[in-house]
C-alpha cells in the first residue's frame, strides 16, 4: 500500500500541496536528497522559499527486480495510490501540483486518467480540477531503452544468472515504445489541450555510470503543445537531486511552483460544480467573498 506523509507543518495547512513522486526503485527519502551532502530532503527547502507550500511524499513499492514481491503495473499502483490520496482529508481542498521522477510521471498521467474516467465520482471530480501542476523529471513517456534490453529473453537469462532475479512487473512495462506508454501518452497530450494544466520538463543529458542514457531526449519529452523540454546536464538518478539552492533543477521547480496560482475562489467553486462557472461571475458578494467564506446562492 502507498505511504503518502506530510513533509510540513501539519498544523499550518496552507493552499497549495506540492506531491513528490518518486521512480523506478526509489523511495520517498533517498530520491529527494541533494546530491552535494546527500543528506538534506530538498523538497523542504521549497517551505522556506515559498510561504504558502505543503510538502508531501508517497511512498510505493516499485522494484527494479523480482525479490520477494514482483510489484505491481502501472494501472494498479495509480490506482492504489489514487484512493489514497482521496482519503486525506488535508488534501481535500487547495491547489495540487505533481513533482515526478521518472516513472512516478507515468503514475500521475494515470492517476489523472483515473479520475478523469471517474468524473461522475465528486470526490474525483474535485480532485482533477484541483490538479494545476505537472513536473516531470526524466520521465520515459514512450520507454525506455534499458528496460527494452531487459526484457529480451538474451537480457532475462543473463540478469538471472548473474542476479537471480527477473525484472519487476513495473520495469518489464517500461519497454521502449510499449504501446500502452504510447496509448497513455497520446490520451493526456489530448486531454492536456482542454484542461489549465501547466507543466515543467526536464530531460537528462548525461549517461548514467558513463554507459547508457536512461531516458532518452525523445521519450523524456511528451510532446505537450506549448511546453519546451528543457535539457539538463545531469544523469537519469541525478535529475531528481540539485546540489543547493542555486543550481537550477532546484530553481525551475521553486519557480514553476510560485508561478501565480489560480484563483481561490474560482478553484474551489470549478471543482464542485465542474466547469459551469460562468453563471457566478456576475455576484458581487461571491467577488467580495474572503478567502475561507463561501456564498451560495439558489
Not at 523511495?27 to 521549497?46: G, M, Y
Not at 520538463?201 to 531526449?217: A, C, F, H, Q, R
Not at 532546484?250 to 481561490?264: G, L, N, P, W
Request: aromatic share 8%; net charge neutral; hydrophobic share 40%.
Amino acid at each position: 500500500m502507498a505511504k503518502i506523509v506530510l513533509r510540513s507543518n501539519p498544523n499550518e495547512i496552507r493552499d497549495v500541496h506540492v506531491i513528490f513522486m518518486h521512480g523506478l526503485g526509489g523511495n520517498a527519502e533517498n530520491t529527494w536528497l541533494d546530491r552535494k551532502t546527500k543528506q538534506d530532503a530538498w523538497p523542504l527547502w521549497l517551505m522556506k522559499d515559498c510561504d504558502d507550500l505543503n510538502i508531501w511524499t508517497v511512498e510505493y513499492d516499485a522494484p527494479k527486480l523480482k525479490f520477494n514481491s514482483s510489484g505491481m503495473g502501472i494501472p494498479d499502483l495509480a490506482t492504489n495510490i489514487f484512493e489514497n490520496l482521496l482519503k486525506i482529508p488535508e488534501l481535500a481542498d487547495g491547489e495540487i501540483i505533481f513533482v515526478c521522477h521518472s516513472l512516478g510521471g507515468l503514475i500521475t498521467k494515470q492517476i489523472l486518467r483515473l479520475a478523469n474516467d471517474q468524473n461522475k465520482r465528486e470526490v474525483a471530480h474535485q480532485f482533477i480540477e484541483r490538479v494545476t501542476g505537472v513536473a516531470f523529471l526524466g520521465t520515459p513517456h514512450l520507454g525506455s531503452d534499458i528496460a527494452t534490453h531487459g526484457h529480451n529473453i538474451f537480457a532475462k537469462g543473463l540478469l538471472r544468472c548473474l542476479t537471480f532475479q527477473q525484472p519487476s512487473i513495473a520495469a518489464a512495462s517500461l519497454s521502449r515504445n510499449d504501446p500502452n506508454l504510447r496509448e497513455l501518452n497520446t490520451w493526456y497530450r489530448d486531454w492536456c489541450q482542454h484542461k489549465a494544466l501547466r507543466h515543467l520538463v526536464l530531460i537528462e543529458t548525461e549517461k548514467m555510470y558513463g554507459t547508457i542514457t536512461v531516458v532518452k531526449p525523445d521519450s523524456a519529452d511528451p510532446g505537450i503543445a506549448g511546453v519546451r523540454a528543457i535539457p539538463i546536464a545531469v544523469s537519469h538518478e541525478n535529475i531528481c537531486k540539485p546540489n543547493d539552492k542555486n543550481h537550477e533543477i532546484y530553481t525551475h521547480i521553486k519557480e514553476f511552483v510560485s508561478q501565480k496560482k489560480r484563483d481561490f475562489h474560482k478553484l474551489w467553486i470549478s471543482s464542485r460544480f465542474h466547469n459551469d462557472i460562468n453563471a457566478w461571475e456576475g455576484y458581487s458578494n461571491w467577488a467580495n467573498c474572503p478567502h475561507g467564506t463561501y456564498v451560495v446562492v439558489k
